[in-house]
């Protein structure tokens, strides 16, 4: 009798246990540590969700877009009568996550619109949830064309990186006079591949010259020594080296660079621009030069004022080129939101894919049929332990 009274036991454990496997998968995702529960829905707040990189190796970045968004909020809390409410969660430098972040957002949070994710990585993990979610999402800076292409639900505020390779390539060819060049890229980060991919095709065509990147070396996101990638390059001897790569890998990379005695320019991309670049690299960045979106020497547009002045007035500091980005995400969306006349996603979602000489802060945002602005790309060296504006490049 016990044998069985046992075994009825176990049973009834196992089918509890499978119920509860069961029912799991259907809960709405358990938040980060760091992020707040969320109130109800109040039909009187339209709720827009920001998914960042606020830990993790490109924390750094995702800090300064949320920054721009919520200067935003505060400068435009309301539309169609309703307040705006930003829903913030942390995908946390990782690509699952980033795809569990808009999860929650989408089904937890009833986010009509999103903003996100600074690393094109991290964007494109949330591609499908956002188009099979019907949840229009705007980027600020994930450049990699994969974000955007055949996904009627994304779309961007900043150009892309066939165009900011060949800027690069151009400011190699013709600022630099170079005609090699090597090529460090952080071979885990799609941004950086694409990034390279591009630099590569441009300044071959430049050149005339199949042969002239002498050297292509990879290494991983995390990676802390670099000294056989810069030997290996080096040793082919290149009038310029481009690093495209996360910001704290990148200025590693100069640093061991200057330290192993290589004395080759380092160029690279958008993803140096932040403090931590020149905490990091130290007098070992000095000269690096990189493109970006924006500068704050030049108001570009009557938004780039507004920004300017209030972000200068809260921060006591000048803002990075994604914190403006992060900044006309949200406005644009507001925008669109305005012109829908109602709260309706896929209203919202047409609105923008129609976005036309809209003032951002940023410059002038013209969305084409893949839900990509044309704009021109910032050149900006390190001097003196700042960032300081060399150019404007035009579309080509």
Do not use: H
């Not at 760091?34 to 009187?44: I, R």
């Not at 430098?93 to 690393?119: C, F, K, P, Q």
């Not at 192993?260 to 991309?269: H, K």
């Not at 036309?356 to 332990?385: C, H, T, Y």
């Amino acid at each position: 009798m016990k044998k069985w009274l046992s075994i009825l036991m176990i049973m009834l454990l196992v089918l509890s246990l499978g119920l509860t496997g069961c029912s799991s998968p259907a809960e709405a995702p358990a938040p980060a540590e760091d992020e707040e529960e969320v109130a109800p829905v109040d039909e009187d707040v339209i709720r827009i969700g920001v998914f960042q990189p606020l830990t993790g190796a490109n924390a750094a970045g995702g800090a300064l877009e949320v920054e721009g968004s919520r200067l935003a909020n505060e400068l435009y809390p309301e539309v169609l009568g309703k307040k705006i409410e930003l829903v913030v969660v942390d995908n946390r430098s990782d690509a699952v996550e980033a795809a569990s972040a808009v999860a929650r957002l989408i089904e937890r949070d009833n986010v009509v619109a999103i903003i996100g994710s600074w690393g094109s990585t991290f964007s494109m993990a949330a591609g499908d949830l956002v188009r099979d979610n019907q949840i229009p999402t705007v980027a600020a800076s994930a450049t990699n064309p994969m974000v955007t292409l055949d996904n009627d639900y994304y779309f961007r505020v900043c150009f892309l990186d066939p165009f900011q390779g060949t800027v690069m390539a151009n400011y190699a060819y013709n600022g630099l006079g170079a005609r090699t060049a090597g090529i460090i890229r952080e071979v885990s980060n799609d941004y950086a591949v694409g990034l390279a991919r591009f630099f590569e095709q441009a300044f071959i065509e430049l050149t005339g010259d199949d042969n002239a990147i002498v050297e292509i070396s990879d290494y991983n996101t995390g990676d802390q020594d670099f000294s056989s990638q810069l030997l290996n390059v080096s040793g082919k001897n290149p009038d310029v080296i481009f690093a495209p790569g996360n910001f704290t890998e990148s200025a590693l990379v100069i640093q061991q660079a200057r330290n192993l005695g290589i004395d080759i320019p380092f160029i690279g991309g958008d993803t140096w621009e932040t403090p931590e670049f020149i905490e990091i690299g130290g007098d070992a960045v000095e000269g690096a030069v990189f493109s970006t979106f924006f500068t704050s020497d030049v108001a570009i547009t009557k938004e780039s004022e507004t920004f300017l002045t209030a972000y200068r007035e809260q921060y006591g500091k000048e803002p990075a080129a994604v914190t403006a980005l992060g900044y006309d995400a949200y406005i644009l969306i507001r925008d669109a939101i305005e012109r829908a006349g109602e709260v309706d996603s896929n209203k919202i979602r047409d609105e923008i894919a129609k976005t036309q000489g809209f003032e951002g802060a940023a410059g002038a945002i013209n969305l084409d049929e893949n839900g990509d602005p044309v704009k021109s790309a910032v050149i900006k060296v390190v001097e003196n332990g700042e960032f300081v504006y060399l150019d404007t490049i035009q579309p080509f």
